[in-house]
């Protein structure tokens, strides 16, 4: 069966420090990782990762991929209390185009 | 310029009632899906219209029922509702035909309360 699993479930950092949530994934015919951002209301997208390797950036938050070892990794730098929210991760499949498998998000505040 | 609308933002209504979730997408997206989100905030995929056509039906009681009057439209019609079945109801489009490998873009939800 098809999972997605995000670790820590939750983090409480300081302004100012740097985090990484992890995601990892057993998907069946695996196509790309998303990680979405999710604040009070909708899940809003952050970044799309198809091949291992590749950095993909945006401001402060970057993230990548290694398809070997079956996971993915979101970075924020010198974090802000903005940055408080739930950070879901799914995976997409090459065999559905409409279908993502979701993990249950990790929750990080970020405290002032 | 919202580009993923959903109506009623929040719903509170006795079990037993039937009730209605409307969504709309300007994107020009050809599929659109219904999730529920539960109170530990896992997203669960309820249903995705590609083009007038369900594609996916996930085990979701009959008592749910998705109806799209047109690619920019997909409405929750769901009856006899139960305890159970309150949640945030989100709605997303996404481009989905032809084997694009496109993100996913969410409304902000419908918070439905059952009393």
């Known amino acids: 069966e098809d999972k997605v699993v995000q670790s820590p479930l939750s983090l409480v950092v300081h302004e100012g420090d740097t985090v990484t949530l992890n995601c990892s994934y057993e998907?069946?015919?695996?196509?790309?990782l998303l990680w979405y951002k999710q604040e009070k209301k909708a899940p809003t997208f952050l970044f799309m990762l198809t091949s291992s390797g590749i950095e993909k950036k945006s401001g402060r938050l970057s993230s990548i991929l290694d398809k070997k070892e079956l996971f993915s990794i979101l970075n924020i730098t010198a974090t802000q209390t903005g940055d408080s929210a739930i950070y879901l991760c799914a995976a997409s499949r090459r065999d559905s185009n409409y279908q993502l498998i979701w993990g249950a998000g990790t929750k990080l505040i970020i405290k002032p | 310029d919202t580009a993923v609308s959903q109506t009623p933002k929040y719903l509170v209504t006795q079990m037993g009632n039937d009730k209605s979730i409307k969504c709309e997408q300007n994107l020009g997206h050809d599929t659109m899906y219904w999730y529920k989100q539960d109170s530990k905030k896992f997203l669960k995929i309820m249903f995705s219209?590609?083009?007038?056509?369900?594609?996916i039906n996930e085990t979701v009681p009959n008592r749910f029922s998705p109806k799209s009057p047109d690619k920019a439209h997909l409405n929750l019609h769901i009856n006899s509702l139960e305890l159970g079945d309150s949640a945030v109801y989100f709605c997303?489009?996404?481009?989905?035909?032809?084997?694009?490998?496109?993100?996913?873009?969410f409304g902000d939800g419908t918070r439905l309360s059952i009393l």
């Open positions: 998907v069946t015919n695996f196509r790309s």
């Open positions: 219209y590609n083009n007038k056509e369900l594609i």
């Open positions: 997303a489009s996404s481009h989905g035909s032809g084997g694009s490998n496109q993100p996913q873009h």
